[in-house]
């Protein structure tokens, strides 16, 4: 009787300790604020299109942590990412657990408003220049160009 219960214990603990694989044909979800689809695998390949948070997309091949993906919404997009960005896990949009924009990247920083409003009013760091700092973005071309003046692109 022990050793049932134990399998089925098991059964039900082991499902929701593994992380969800992307699988050919499979449903998965957008998990990050905006998702960028690239042409291959390389760090320099074209963007394809962008999905936002949530997108359904449609799993069509896998190759190691990296998933070629084509938008639900959209047959026409489709492109590859990293597994990491997408979750098999329903995001219902306006859902009673919504968060706000500020709030994707704080959680991805393991931090919550509550916690960078403590720090902010315990500290007499410069916040502005900071979120400043983080709101600066660099497009593709920019960071090729740097990384190959510099002699930094030893392959991808």
């Given at each position: 009787?022990?050793?049932?219960?134990?399998?089925?214990?098991?059964?039900?603990?082991?499902?929701?300790?593994?992380?969800?694989?992307?699988?050919?044909?499979?449903?998965?979800?957008?998990?990050?604020?905006?998702?960028?689809?690239?042409?291959?695998?390389?760090?320099?390949?074209?963007?394809?299109?962008?999905?936002?948070?949530?997108?359904?997309?449609?799993?069509?091949?896998?190759?190691?942590?990296?998933?070629?993906?084509?938008?639900?919404?959209?047959?026409?997009?489709?492109?590859?990412?990293?597994?990491?960005?997408?979750t098999a896990r329903r995001i219902v949009p306006g859902g009673t657990a919504s968060v706000?924009?500020?709030?994707?990247?704080?959680?991805?920083?393991?931090?919550?408003?509550?916690?960078e409003n403590a720090y902010r009013s315990k500290n007499t760091l410069n916040y502005a220049?900071?979120?400043?700092?983080?709101?600066?973005?660099?497009?593709?071309?920019?960071?090729?160009?740097?990384?190959?003046?510099?002699?930094?692109?030893?392959?991808?």
């Amino acid at each position: 009787m022990k050793k049932i219960f134990i399998v089925l214990y098991l059964c039900v603990l082991i499902p929701m300790i593994l992380p969800a694989q992307a699988s050919r044909g499979g449903t998965m979800y957008v998990a990050s604020r905006t998702l960028d689809l690239k042409s291959s695998t390389g760090f320099f390949a074209s963007t394809r299109g962008r999905l936002e948070y949530g997108v359904q997309v449609t799993v069509l091949q896998v190759n190691g942590d990296w998933v070629e993906v084509r938008s639900a919404a959209n047959s026409s997009l489709a492109g590859w990412t990293k597994t990491a960005n997408l979750t098999a896990r329903r995001i219902v949009p306006g859902g009673t657990a919504s968060v706000s924009a500020n709030e994707v990247p704080l959680a991805g920083k393991g931090f919550n408003q509550e916690i960078e409003n403590a720090y902010r009013s315990k500290n007499t760091l410069n916040y502005a220049d900071v979120d400043r700092t983080e709101a600066q973005r660099v497009s593709m071309e920019d960071l090729k160009k740097f990384l190959e003046e510099g002699r930094l692109s030893m392959g991808e």
